[in-house]
């Protein structure tokens, strides 16, 4: 059986690789911040210094804006 420890570090794990999941999305620090009741930078403090910046540099990570030309058009 799991301590408590060990179900709050799991917990932990979770919500980081759901953050990471949401910001590959396209959601921002404010916007994650916002949902969870936090302010930005609390976000950012959750990873380590430069995580999310390289991630967002990476292909798949930005906003996808076709949807946008499609409703300018």
């Known amino acids: 059986m799991a301590t408590n420890d060990e179900q709050l570090k799991e917990l932990v794990t979770i919500r980081k690789l759901m953050i990471l999941g949401l910001m590959r999305s396209g959601m921002t620090q404010g916007q994650l911040g916002a949902a969870l009741g ?4 609390a976000i950012g403090r959750m990873f380590p210094a430069g995580a999310l910046a390289e991630m967002r540099k990476k ?3 930005k906003k996808d804006n076709s949807t946008r ?3 300018d058009q």
């Open 38 to 41: 936090v302010d930005r930078t």
């Open 59 to 61: 292909p798949g990570t």
């Open 69 to 71: 030309e499609e409703h």
